[in-house]
């Protein structure tokens, strides 16, 4: 699906080079795609929170995200 078809209002980046992959430090060496990660910016797009898995099953657990995210209210 597309960015338009889900209605998403914000924009997304493909980056099929790999350079913000490995500019954020998320490349997994092995596989050559990106970790699984979420990062967490403030209003000023200052970095707050990051997650980086370490392998595809690795994710944050939401009530951990959630809890970083009512952080910064």
């Known amino acids: 699906m597309t960015a338009t078809e889900l209605g998403l209002t914000y ?7 790999r350079r913000f992959i490995r500019d954020y430090g998320v ?3 092995q596989e050559g795609i990106a970790r699984p990660s979420l990062f967490i910016l403030n209003r000023d797009g200052a970095l707050e929170w990051s997650y980086i898995g370490v392998n595809a099953s690795d994710r944050p657990p939401i009530d951990t995200v959630l809890d970083e995210l009512r952080a910064l209210q």
Do not use: A
Not at 11 to 17: A, E, G, M
């Open 11 to 17: 924009p997304i980046l493909s980056d099929s080079p």
């Open 27 to 29: 490349l997994h060496p």
